[in-house]
């Protein structure tokens, strides 16, 4: 029994190991690895090799389905590229397999006292989220070492050897042992190493051991399948194709077993390198055999799997954006302003949300609101290329500077999705996990920001809409005043903690954080003011009056540091 103990705590250690792994690439070098996705689909060759790249750093081919279901989903490249993309991901899985196999043991203690080094004393930089990846890397090489040498009694062992016999015999099952165990693991490349170990142990015969690897690739495709099912759009169309193609090959390798086993016995004698020789040429197979065909597999796809709709939670679409109207560029301008506007209504829902949340604690609505900052990034992404889709050249002076108004406010709106984000996600955190609550005056003062917020909000939007000036230089005037009224309150809420109040002393960060936030959130809505005001020509009598102006404007906007600082 305890040798069995032994071998499920090694296959967990491996299993958090790539986890480890997979998290600390993604926090470091996420935004590069989306950017090489997304723009390596000009051939199939760049989107096979970035796709094979990218899922070898993160040692997961379904973080890679996530990242390139969700770029389909927004229209950002087509079905047919991202499923090149995920015939390269497979690959990669299998050549890491292939490096993992290798004699690395004296890697892993090196791996492990430099990463915790690193991650301890920079645990908030670059180099302690690498010192973290470095120790995933050296767990999944230590737990393959634990996993070889608790095998070994389970060999001479009758019952455990038993336990593993009953495997043999059954390809099917064998197949969905391996697919439930890669679900259950997040991580077929686990799965296969595991299967690796096990074979050249003795543990299973080398036809299991080749079953169990084509239900690990099963298991991976129903992985992002079943992770992508409620994506927007086409997004999990990606994952669909990329499960076809593995049920395909599963099917073909199953039936030529006995075959490729013998072809694979003749080139490595060891069952374990057998396992990792046929998880590289299942996967290459598909690769030579699909990636000229991903065109009329994606069309085919599309028939089958129409767009997710109301199944799940409600998700924002672009409804103004007509194609047809970008050789009217006034028209399209227009269209533009009122997905902008749409925008303005999510970010209104948000922030009156925030409120209920804070003053009921529903952790719940906390989740739904901050869902929404996902409608957000997805209608801001519609409209701004939306725009970049409008010839510049047939824009006259005024259509011009009414181009720059709506980037400016997407791109405030974005940034405010962003804060609110952060706010309620701190809010359930701190304030539902803990059970804690402010004091009267405390909620008194969040309620009487939060409603200049909203009325700020929409003002800002109605001037974005009429371009009135008296409401800009208004607009100015309430950025003052929220300045004003945030460092009155930021003071009051001192005296109270010097005052020992035992709710302001525990909610204390938290207070101040959120007062911080909204006022860097009403500074993006009282941005929309400068344009209107500078192309009055009233901008600096209006600076004089207000106060101090900001430091850099973009557009008309503000940036998110200039932002902060007002």
Known sequence: MQTLLNLLASVALLVWGTHIVRSGILRVFGASLRRVLSTS????????????????????????AMIAAGFVSQNLIGLAPALVIMLGADVGTALMAQVFSLDLSWLSPLAILFGVVFFLSRKNTRAGQLGRVAIGLGLIILALQLIQAAAKPIVSAAGTKVLFASLSGDPILDMLIGAIFAVLSWS????????????????????????????????????????????AGGGRRVAAGNLLFKVVGCLVFSLALPWVLQGIAHFDSDPGRQALHFHMLFNLSLAIVFIFFTGPIARLIERWLPDATSAGPTVAEPRHLDPGALGTPALALANAARETLRIGDTIEQMLNGLLEV?????????????????????????????????????????????????????INLEHVGDLLERMLTEVRDKKIAQRLSFSEAGMRELEEMHALLVS????????????????????????????????????????????????????????????????RVNSFFCSTAYPILEQAGQLRRSRLRGGAAPAALNLGAESPSTAGRQ
């Open 41 to 64: 689909v000009s051939n199939r060759g760049t989107a096979f090799l970035a796709g094979l790249g990218v899922t070898g750093l993160m040692q997961s081919s379904s973080a890679t």
């Open 188 to 231: 077929s490349l686990a799965v296969v190493l595991l299967t690796a170990t096990l074979a050249a142990s003795s543990v299973i015969t080398a036809p299991v051991a080749l079953c169990l690897v084509l239900g690990a690739n099963l298991g991976s495709g129903l992985l992002a399948f079943l992770a992508t099912a409620g994506m």
């Open 358 to 410: 804070i003053r009921s604690n529903d952790r719940t609505r906390a989740d739904a609101l901050i869902r929404l900052d996902d409608d957000v990034d997805r209608l801001y992404t519609a409209v701004k290329l939306y725009l970049t889709q409008v010839s510049r050249e047939a824009l006259d002076e005024k259509d011009g500077r009414r181009w720059a108004e709506i980037i400016s406010l997407t």
């Open 456 to 519: 700020n909000l929409r003002l800002g939007l109605s001037v974005f809409l009429t371009g009135d000036v008296k409401a800009a230089q208004m607009l100015l005037a309430e950025k003052e005043r929220f300045r004003d009224l945030e460092r009155t309150y930021a003071a009051q809420h001192l005296d109270r903690l010097a005052g020992q109040t035992l709710q302001s002393i525990e909610t204390s960060s938290l207070h101040l954080d959120i007062i911080s936030d909204m006022r």
